[in-house]
């Protein structure tokens, strides 16, 4: 079975610090497929990256970073220069491939709830 | 349009009402889900419907029934809840369930906060 493992329950940083959310997943499937959402008080969760098992490339989109490390089963998001906009909980997530052939739901891990203050 | 919609935004109910919660998309995605998530905890997975039919249900009691009446929407009746039932539902879509990544990108809806009396 899946696991998703969030160890940061709470980050608290100053406006402008960097700040690395980690993410720690388990799986027995070669195919599978990792994701990163914003869930912001208003409680909608917002899409912000995703990784199939196969790619590892880092990846960068503006302030925001992933390390994709499968010898450490990690998948680590960095926030360059935060703002208080970025406050929110993050949650990275893990889906597998269905048996059916297709995929599975999302399992989520517990959250990091990160917040910046000015 | 890229979003996907969710009515009511808050419900609340007793525990002897019947009432539905509505979910609609339209960006073509064929696969659609359910999650529940209570206060600080993540969503959970509750339903997958594919191709409008039911993929997975993760053992979620009767109570809640779901229903895929086309491609574009999703519905989740509930009857006889409990109190313990009061959280946030969120629905989502991805373009279909497959192999490939870009296909199990999960869309959200804003979610319907739900309260049992």
């Known amino acids: 079975a899946q696991k998703v493992t969030q160890a940061q329950t709470e980050i608290s940083v100053v406006e402008k610090e960097d700040v690395t959310l980690d993410c720690v997943y388990e799986t027995r499937d070669t195919t599978y497929y990792l994701f990163w959402y914003k869930q912001p008080p208003s409680g909608e969760l917002v899409f912000l990256i995703r990784r199939n098992s196969f790619d590892e490339q880092n990846e960068i989109s503006g302030r925001y970073s992933w390390n994709f490390q499968k010898s450490t089963s990690s998948f680590n998001f960095t926030i360059t220069a935060s703002q208080v906009v970025d406050s929110a909980v993050y949650f990275c997530?893990?889906?597998?491939?269905?048996?059916?052939?297709?995929?599975?739901?999302?399992?989520f891990g517990k959250g990091t709830h990160l917040i910046i203050q000015p | 349009d890229t979003e996907v919609t969710q009515t009511p935004k808050h419900l609340v109910m007793g525990m002897t009402n019947k009432k539905s919660l509505k979910c609609e998309q339209h960006m073509g995605h064929r696969a659609m889900y359910w999650y529940k998530q209570k206060a600080k905890k993540p969503p959970e997975l509750m339903f997958v419907?594919?191709?409008?039919?039911?993929?997975i249900n993760e053992s979620v009691p009767s109570r809640f029934s779901p229903e895929c009446p086309n491609s574009s929407l999703l519905n989740l009746h509930l009857h006889a809840l409990q109190p313990e039932d009061s959280a946030l539902y969120l629905c989502a879509s991805s373009p279909r369930q497959g192999r490939r990544a870009e296909y199990n990108e999960q869309f959200f809806g804003p979610g319907t906060r739900l309260t049992v009396l």
């Open positions: 419907y594919s191709y409008e039919k039911l993929s």
């Open positions: 997530a893990l889906s597998e491939v269905y048996s059916g052939g297709g995929a599975d739901g999302l399992t």
